[in-house]
């Protein structure tokens, strides 16, 4: 967003050490702003773009040099998550310049939502991109998310034509996301694609759901349990028939 005619980017926190959020050692950005509504969002505190703390592309730079080395050393970089870092996209492509102008790797975690003309220039600047499909059957996209399907889809045919380095991340939550044909399908689609380079499988987990309360929403999956380990193979297996490196992460 502008401000006296700059640019700055509204964070929720910064991160200096993550390592679940692309390769290595990770600067992990949380912007803050989402227009999707994901009933397992472990984050719904970043929802709102008016809140967390204002920065500077410059202010939030000086905060990801003291790292770099840690980020060098390990094969690490800078990670932009959320909320849905896109919301920001003319911050994050700023940032994004930055860090390559200074040899950093940019990766940026999205649902492929949103798509503008500074999200296109955020891509020209990013690595690796962390794309959460959240199910590939549309009305069941719509039930977990909020929003329609197509967009992500869109922006997987933009990946492979640019040919940016893609990590497809799916959660498998019982009696929701957990419909075989639809994952089968899936794997097929993602199989098409030769800049996928990895698949992660994770389990749900009811980790942010304290979060729902404290805010006031209705959490809708308070009774739903973790995957058990069986199912998560049986996904897992069926993913591995993409040809593509899977990991599980229960
Ligand atoms: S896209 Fe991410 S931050 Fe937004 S609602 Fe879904 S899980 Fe939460």
Redesign the pocket.
Same mark, same amino acid.
């Given at each position: 967003m502008m401000k006296d005619n700059k640019i700055i980017g509204r964070i929720h926190s910064l991160e200096s050490c993550g390592t679940v959020d692309g390769p290595g050692i990770r600067f992990v950005v949380f912007m803050q702003g989402?227009?999707?509504?994901?009933r397992?969002?472990?984050?719904?505190d970043?929802?709102e773009i008016n809140k967390g703390k204002e920065y500077t592309p410059q202010e939030l730079m000086a905060e990801i040099r003291k790292y770099k080395s840690y980020m060098k050393f390990s094969g690490g970089g800078v990670t932009f998550? *959320? *909320?849905?870092p896109l919301v920001q996209a003319d911050f994050v492509a700023e940032v994004s310049k930055m860090c390559k102008e200074e040899g950093i790797s940019v990766a940026i975690?999205?649902?492929g939502?949103i798509w503008n003309s500074a999200v296109q220039r955020a891509l020209d600047y990013t690595d690796i991109i962390l794309l959460?499909i959240?199910n590939f059957d549309p009305m069941v996209y719509k039930e977990v998310? *909020?929003v329609p399907l197509d967009p992500t889809l869109r922006l997987m045919d933009y990946l492979r034509e640019k040919d940016i380095n893609t990590w497809i991340r799916y959660v498998l939550v019982p009696n929701l996301t957990d419909n075989l044909e639809s994952i089968e399908e899936l794997s097929k689609y993602l199989a098409e694609y030769s800049n996928v380079s990895k698949i992660e499988l994770l389990g749900f987990h009811k980790m *942010?759901e304290y979060k729902w309360e404290e805010l006031g929403l209705e959490y809708t999956l308070s009774d739903t349990k973790e995957p058990a380990k069986e199912m998560l193979i049986q996904v897992k297996e069926i993913f591995d028939r993409s040809g593509k490196n899977v990991s599980l992460n229960s």
């Open positions: 989402c227009v999707l509504r994901c397992y969002c472990h984050n719904p970043t929802w998550t *959320g *909320g849905e975690d999205t649902s939502f959460d959240k998310a *909020g *942010g």
